[in-house]
């Protein structure tokens, strides 16, 4: 199992772009409603937040526009307890915050994502603006396929990161994450082929493993093919998620540890109250990354992702809500024989 590096300044620290959610209130159609709340979140900031909010110092490394959107930005990586010592501002007068609008679906109408991202300020980040010692400050350093699907200049950067990373001792968590509406599927696989040699904690889903990487067989099976190919992989993980409706979803997770050959699932999360999806799966990486954390151990790993996961489904906007006493509550109740309280008083 993964011994990491507790002598560092940070537990976790992740890159990605920092993004403006606006979305209708309620049920509204972006089409038709005239009001947005607005929110900040992006797949990796879902992550350290995560993390940070059961108890551990994590860092994000990020690049804003120096104007009122980027200082709420600011804001809320600090509400959430995650560092800003790496965020790195746009002074220049073009510098924009991307944008998603997103819009809550209801059965028979899917929830929906509109992007406006083009040309943030995210995507003119170099590795020259970020010192040296950002390299050794980290245990776990994280990424996602979103954060190198945003330009080659970003994929670049972002993947000589990982290489540094990985070569001053840090762990190297990634997340392949695929959207096909950010980049082609052909590219999109070149580049995941270059990067796993580095990668230590691989999440992927089943459906991204058989679609681009070509992997049959079960589930099980697909792991071991991923740990026999790249042998830097100790832990790979893969959430399942079966929505019956936008409201009601069951979830759970299969994780593998290469070493030991050794898979772990527990019972699923089923009919999940969905208030809000968006960030679950990061949710399940925080949860997951934490307890590898503190535990050393991939049942606690799925048992914390699955928790974490299953409370942001219930949980306005992109990141988790929560502390550490939360969740465990929640893995005590799911484990729990018997009847359960409604309420918690």
């Known amino acids: 199992m993964i011994k990491p590096l507790f002598d560092r300044e940070f537990c976790v620290l992740g890159i990605g772009e920092v993004m403006l959610r606006l979305s209708p209130v309620g049920k ?17 900031l879902n992550v350290v937040s995560g993390i940070s909010m059961l108890g551990m110092r994590t860092g994000i490394i990020t690049k804003l526009p120096r ?5 709420f930005v600011k804001h809320k990586v600090r509400y959430c307890g995650t560092s800003d010592d790496y965020i790195i501002y746009d002074d220049s007068s073009d510098g924009r ?3 998603y609008y997103y819009e809550s679906g209801a059965y028979p109408r899917p929830s929906v994502v509109s992007y406006d991202r083009a ?9 020259e603006e970020l010192p040296e010692e950002v390299y050794t400050s ?4 994280h990424t996602s396929g979103i954060t190198l699907a945003l330009g080659e200049s970003v994929r670049e950067n972002v993947v000589d990161m990982m290489k540094l990373f990985s070569e001053k001792g840090a762990v190297v968590s990634f ?5 096909a509406a950010l980049w082609e599927e052909a590219v999109a696989k070149e580049t995941m082929l270059r990067v796993l040699p580095y990668v230590n904690i691989l999440f992927v889903s089943e459906e991204t493993s058989r679609r681009m990487f070509g992997m049959t067989g079960t589930l099980e099976e697909i792991h071991r093919q991923f740990a026999a190919k790249y042998p830097n992989l100790e832990i790979i993980a893969s959430t399942k998620r079966k929505a019956t409706t936008p409201q009601k979803h069951t979830f759970s997770s299969l994780v593998y540890d290469c070493r030991e050959d050794r898979h772990f699932e527990e019972e699923p999360y089923r009919d999940i109250d969905v208030v809000d999806r968006i960030g679950s799966g990061d949710a399940y990486v925080a949860g997951a990354l934490y307890a590898l954390l503190r535990f050393g151990d991939i049942e606690q790993m799925a048992k914390y992702g699955d928790a974490m996961a299953s409370l942001k489904n219930t949980i306005l906007g992109d990141t988790t809500e929560c502390d550490i006493v939360d969740i465990e509550r929640i893995i ?12 918690v008083r």
């Not at 980290?138 to 350093?141: N, P, R």
């Open 67 to 71: 104007n009122e959107i980027g200082k």
């Open 28 to 44: 509204e159609r972006i089409s038709h409603c005239e009001t947005f709340e607005k929110n900040a979140g992006g797949s990796e």
């Open 332 to 343: 005590r109740r799911h484990h729990a024989d018997g009847p359960k309280s409604e309420m």
């Open 119 to 127: 040309h943030s300020s995210f995507t003119t980040f170099k590795k």
């Open 138 to 141: 980290a245990s776990v350093f």
């Open 175 to 179: 997340d392949v994450n695929y959207r």
């Open 97 to 99: 915050l991307g944008i």
